[in-house]
C-alpha cells in the first residue's frame, strides 16, 4: 500500500531498482491488488507510466499491468492520471484486462484544499466519468471533515466493496445489487442518496 504521508518525498524517486524491489517481495502471489490512498496515487499513476514504457517482458511491467490498481481518495492531477489510465486500456493484452478503480467523494475536504493548492482538480475529488477504470462514488460514506479523508478505510461498505475486488477480482458489474441508468456508453448505478453504500460507475462493454 502507498503511504500518503511519505508520498511527496517519494514520487520523484519512482525507478526501476525500487519497483524490481516490489516485485520480490509480491513474487509468487496468486492475486496482486495494490491500494494507493491520497498521495499515494500520485505514485502508483508515476509507476504504471514508467511501466508502460518498458518491455512487457520485464517482471516490473508485467507486475503492474496485471496487478488490480485501486485509488482511494486519489490525489492526483486529473489530467495526469487520465491520460496513464488511457494508455494503460490501450496496450495489447493477451487476457482479460485487470481491474483499474477509482473511489471518489464530493465531499472530501483534504482534495478541495488540494485542488486549491495544485490549482488542478484531484482524481478523487469528483466523478470521472471514463472508459479506462471504474469510477466508485463513495459520497455517501464520507464526511466534510478533513478526518474523512480516509473514508474508504473507515466505511464498511466501502471496505466490504473493496472486500470484494481484492479477495475475489469482482468487477463492478458483478458487485451490483441495484437499478441503473445509461449515461452515454457508460451505465451509472446508484441509490437512494443516503445509502451509505458504494454508487458505481462502469463501463458498458
Known amino acids: 500500500m502507498c503511504s500518503s504521508c511519505s508520498a511527496a518525498c517519494l514520487l520523484r524517486r519512482v525507478d526501476r531498482r525500487r519497483l524490481e524491489a516490489v516485485c520480490n517481495v509480491v513474487q509468487g502471489c496468486k492475486r496482486l491488488a495494490i491500494v494507493a490512498h491520497s498521495m499515494g496515487s500520485r505514485i502508483l499513476t508515476a509507476a504504471l ?58 465531499y472530501d475536504a483534504a482534495l478541495t484544499l488540494s485542488t486549491f493548492i495544485n490549482t488542478e482538480g484531484r482524481a478523487g475529488s469528483r466523478l470521472l466519468l471514463e472508459d479506462s477504470f471504474e469510477t466508485i462514488d463513495a459520497s455517501a460514506s464520507s464526511g466534510r471533515h478533513f478526518s ?58
Not at 492531477?77 to 488511457?86: A, N
Not at 451490483?176 to 460507475?201: A, E, F, Q
Request: charge should be positive; glycine fraction near 4%; hydrophobic fraction near 40%.
Open 49 to 106: 507510466d514508467k511501466a508502460l514504457a518498458m518491455s512487457t517482458a520485464t517482471e516490473v511491467a508485467h507486475l503492474l499491468r496485471t496487478a488490480t490498481l485501486v485509488f482511494a481518495a486519489a490525489d492526483v492531477g486529473r489530467r495526469e492520471f487520465v491520460r496513464v489510465m488511457k494508455e494503460d486500456a490501450a496496450q495489447p493484452s493477451d487476457s482479460s484486462r485487470p481491474l483499474r478503480i477509482v473511489y471518489f467523494s464530493s
Open 148 to 205: 474523512k479523508h480516509g473514508y474508504w478505510a473507515q466505511s464498511k461498505p466501502v471496505l466490504a466493496d473493496l472486500r470484494s475486488v481484492i479477495i475475489h477480482g469482482h468487477a463492478a458489474h458483478q458487485r451490483l445489487r441495484r437499478n441503473d441508468n445509461t449515461i452515454g456508453t457508460l451505465r451509472h448505478c446508484s441509490c437512494h442518496p443516503v445509502d451509505p453504500r458504494p454508487h458505481y460507475v462502469i463501463h458498458r462493454p
